[in-house]
């Protein structure tokens, strides 16, 4: 596609409910990240893709968060049991570049999550 | 650990004039790049400008330039004859390229008013 896609654009989630957020990159794009922004901060690195492969998830904030790109294009980011603390707008970004120098990181809209 | 500073929560502008926004960074790679990105009320990260950190000039995009001083580590944007529309947040970011590290880390952002 012409962007990254992000859905759904919009979530309200009761606390204890499981939640997965879709994100489609661009067609072709090795890399692919999550990032987590809360309300008035600067987003916050989740975890990377390369292809299939998720080769850092060192900012994902606890184990009931999870993400998975199986065919190396789409990509899930599911939290399971959602807390309070985890409203926020999720944002996905892919990239074409594997590890050189240079830039290309295209971001969605993003998700917002609301836990009420 | 990289990290990036943007000391000002909020500016406020008058339109047509420049404005200056600050970030600082600290990286311990030798090699690394720095970004800004727009991100306006509707949430998408817009990229503005990028700068290599062994770039010898500092970059430019039409309105846009980035004030690179690497020995202070510090990568200010600079807004030429601002505009209504450039009203939004301004992140500062910055990526390492040792072992080919991908993430990009951001500031916590400045919120930028431009007053007719």
């Known amino acids: 596609g012409a962007g990254v896609s992000q859905s759904p654009r919009y979530k309200v989630a009761k606390r204890g409910q499981d939640v997965a957020l879709r994100c489609d990159p661009i067609?072709?794009?090795?890399?692919l990240f999550w990032y987590q922004q809360a309300l008035g901060q600067g987003p916050e690195f989740l975890t990377y893709?390369?292809?299939?492969?998720?080769?850092?998830k060192s900012g994902l904030p606890s184990d009931r968060f999870f993400a998975e790109r199986p065919e190396g294009s789409v990509s899930t980011l599911k939290i399971q049991r959602t807390q309070q603390e985890d409203s926020a707008v999720y944002l996905c970004?892919?990239?074409?570049?594997?590890?050189?120098?240079?830039?290309?990181?295209?971001f969605g809209s993003g998700t917002r999550l609301t836990v009420v | 650990a990289q990290k990036i500073t943007q000391t000002q929560p909020g500016m406020f502008v008058q339109e047509k004039e420049a404005v200056t926004l600050d970030c600082t960074y600290d990286?311990?790679?030798?090699?690394?790049?720095l970004f800004w990105y727009k991100q306006p009320s509707s949430g998408e990260m817009i990229f503005l400008i990028y700068?290599?950190?062994?770039?010898?000039q500092n970059a430019t995009e039409g309105r846009y330039s980035l004030n690179f001083q690497k020995a202070r580590k510090s990568a200010n944007l600079v807004i030429s004859a601002s505009q209504l529309g450039d009203s939004a947040m301004y992140f500062c970011?910055?990526?390492?390229?040792?072992?080919?590290?991908?993430?990009?880390?951001f500031g916590q952002g400045t919120r930028l008013t431009i007053n007719p």
């Open positions: 700068q290599g950190s062994y770039d010898q």
């Open positions: 970004a892919s990239s074409s570049y594997r590890g050189e120098s240079g830039y290309g990181y295209t």
């Open positions: 067609s072709g794009h090795v890399s």
């Open positions: 990286t311990s790679d030798p090699s690394y790049g």
């Open positions: 893709f390369q292809n299939e492969a998720q080769l850092d």
């Open positions: 970011a910055m990526r390492g390229f040792f072992q080919g590290a991908q993430k990009l880390v």
